[in-house]
């Protein structure tokens, strides 16, 4: 009985440290050493999903200990692979967490995404890409698997109805503009043809 008593404590502890390092442990990030500096990269929220709020998670140890300061002098470019879409952002720190940064971003489209970090941590330069994919960092997933009851469209979805609603809308201005030009000239011909029969009438 004594010694289940010992036990009980000792096995909250070790539960109690598995959760504390849990969050961690649960995403699926890229790991890197450059220089003397150990990277640690991916979606701040994982599974990242189409259409939500997420962002870039950076975090940079040296020895062991998180190094601060970064964010000014390292800048991050945003790549979506598909589409080749790029944009620059800055970085920011986590309030309290000393060496994580990140980049607020909400992916508008699915698939893969690229990482490049540049400029400099301290005194080293840094250029150094990373790309989401199986042993790395999570694609972008699509919203439509998670929308329940009626999935809504996307953004992408809804952006290519404006552009084909435009396109229609050029179509049947075109046509209509056709058939006005059509339209006069006809009247036109009736004119000339009801002045030459009043021509004649008139000399008959």
Known sequence: MRSSKKVFPVAVAVLLSIAALWPGLALAHEQRDVGPYHLVVGFIGEPAIEGEKNGVDLRITKGGQPLQGAEKTLKVEITHVPTGVKKSFDLRTIFRDPGHYTADLIPTAPGQYQFR?????ETTQVNETF???PDRF???DPAKALKFPQPLPTLTALQEQAAQ???DAAKAKTVADGAGRSGMVV???????GGVALIRSRKA
Do not use: Y
């Open 138 to 140: 999570g694609d972008v």
């Open 165 to 167: 609603a435009q396109v």
């Open 131 to 133: 790309l989401s994919g």
């Open 187 to 193: 009247g036109i011909i009736g004119i000339a043809v």
């Open 117 to 121: 970090f540049s400029g400099a941590i």
